[in-house]
């Protein structure tokens, strides 16, 4: 099993809906969950980053946090164009401080 | 204005040879990370640091080398034992007290070995 798994996709949402992505991690005691977006060819931007159970809202972005359940979601509502991205969740695992990253979740936003 | 900058951002090199990427942070940032990504994958850890002159191995250090000399700066050499060397290479700061870990990252720089 991996550490972080996110569906690679492409998921498809047409401009203005919600987009939904999911992140699921294997490490019960992780602590610190964060999300990146990165456009093709590009590095890595950090859009959020959750810490406790519940939602964590900036802007149009809300991070999803259920430690229980062991999955961390990015809601982008009122998807644009310019979303069109690849969107990575990063974990800590319990006990360290380097982050463990997920393979990615292709986002397409179409007109 | 503050950030992390890598150079160069292409670099091209023949087999054999070693080749060092530059990784410098203004931020005033304690710990820093190299990365490397390959297409469909996502990012694996190297080489990071967490205080100058100390670093760790991260999940694939075999082949490369850093040194952490000053708390800016973070080079990684490529050396002619890492077998597939071409990639996007990424450097990373992080403050790491508390619970604060956020990483952020350079523009990269894209290694091509032929």
């Known amino acids: 099993q991996k550490e972080v798994e996110q569906n690679s996709g492409p998921l498809s949402v047409p401009e203005g809906a919600i987009a939904s992505l999911n992140c699921t991690y294997s490490?019960?005691?992780?602590?610190?969950f964060f999300w990146y977006r990165q456009y093709s060819g590009k590095s890595p931007e950090l859009i959020m980053s959750i810490y406790s159970n519940g939602d964590k809202e900036d802007g149009r972005f809300t991070a999803q946090l259920n430690k229980a359940s062991q999955y961390v979601s990015l809601l982008i509502r009122d998807s644009q164009p310019s979303d069109s991205a690849t969107y990575l969740c990063?974990?800590?695992?319990?006990?360290?401080?380097?982050?463990?990253f997920g393979t990615g979740t292709q986002l397409k936003v179409e007109l | 204005d503050g950030g992390i900058t890598q150079s160069p951002k292409y670099l091209f090199r023949k087999e054999g040879q070693n080749v060092t990427l530059s990784c410098e942070q203004n931020l005033n940032h304690d710990a820093m990370y190299w990365y490397r990504q390959d297409p469909g994958q996502g990012l694996r850890l190297i080489y990071y640091s967490q205080i100058v002159n100390d670093f760790q191995k991260g999940d694939i250090a075999e082949g490369y080398s850093v040194s952490r000399e000053k708390k800016e700066s973070f080079p990684l050499t490529v050396t002619s034992a890492q077998k597939n060397p071409t990639a996007f290479y990424l450097c990373a700061s992080s403050q790491i007290r508390g619970q604060n870990y956020e990483q952020y990252f350079g523009p990269g720089t894209r290694l091509t070995v032929t």
């Open positions: 990063a974990v800590i695992p319990g006990g360290g401080n380097k982050l463990t």
């Open positions: 490490d019960r005691v992780s602590q610190s």
